[in-house]
């Protein structure tokens, strides 16, 4: 079946511009997900979605960053005014219940600010 | 979370079994054993988890000691394509409440397997 999907893959932006980066979770999956991982780095936790609201945020760098969800399914997160510092692989997983084992991770998206 | 130590890296031959091992000492009674795999330039994969008893599914098998210490992922026959890094996670089921859905990964194991 369809695995979690991201777009894009890759974006390239400019200091100081707006990115939206999308994610498509498993269909039904209710709970979604983002991290972002630095070069080298390890998985960073930004956000947690249950079905359409974000209970936990807590993960989220600055107020630069937002995200939210639609019908229960795509999820979108922005980023305002990148910065260089925001250069890394957005990664999103979905998992069918807050309380599964296992996360399904998209392939990310690789941002690069110059 | 319990801490683990894994071996930064591990060769095997195709074909031959892939046997990477954990220590994870400190785990606490309610603390799952979970392992996933990156591959370059993709996202994490789920592979496995266990609590007490070894477990198998289409991908691996895991098998934990009986004090729960150690354990080891096999990929009975590993192909090119499993080489990845390896992360064992030892950490307590997110739904037992609070922010157990929280993933880290430590530094993990790159499993290179040879033609």
């Known amino acids: 079946g369809a695995g979690v999907s991201q777009s894009p893959s890759n974006k390239v932006t400019e200091k100081g511009k707006d990115v939206e980066l999308r994610c498509d979770p498993i269909?039904?999956?209710?709970?979604l997900y983002w991290y972002r991982q630095s070069l080298g780095q390890g998985l960073e936790f930004l956000i947690y979605?249950?079905?359409?609201?974000?209970?936990?945020k807590s993960g989220l760098p600055s107020d630069r960053f937002s995200a939210e969800r639609t019908g229960g399914s795509v999820s979108t997160l922005t980023i305002q005014r990148t910065q260089q510092e925001d250069s890394a692989v957005y990664l999103c997983?979905?998992?069918?219940?807050?309380?599964?084992?296992?996360?399904?991770f998209g392939p990310g998206t690789r941002l690069t600010v110059t | 979370d319990a801490k683990t130590t894994q071996p930064p890296s591990m060769d095997c031959a195709e074909g031959r079994a892939a046997n990477l091992p954990c220590n994870h000492s400190?785990?606490?009674?309610?603390?799952?054993v979970y392992w996933y795999r990156q591959i370059h330039s993709q996202g994490p994969q789920y592979i496995i988890h266990?609590?007490?008893n070894n477990e198998t599914n289409e991908m691996a098998s895991l098998i934990i000691t009986e004090d729960r210490k150690s354990s080891t992922l096999i990929l009975p026959h590993a192909t090119l394509r499993d080489t990845a890094v390896y992360y064992c996670?030892?950490?307590?089921?997110?739904?037992?409440?609070?922010?157990?859905?929280?993933?880290?990964f430590g530094k993990g194991t790159l499993l290179t397997v040879n033609p």
């Open positions: 266990g609590l007490k």
């Open positions: 996670i030892v950490r307590v089921a997110s739904i037992s409440g609070g922010s157990n859905y929280k993933l880290t």
């Open positions: 997983a979905s998992s069918p219940t807050r309380g599964s084992h296992e996360q399904y």
């Open positions: 269909s039904g999956h209710t709970a």
């Open positions: 400190t785990i606490s009674g309610n603390e799952y």
């Open positions: 979605f249950q079905g359409n609201s974000a209970p936990d």
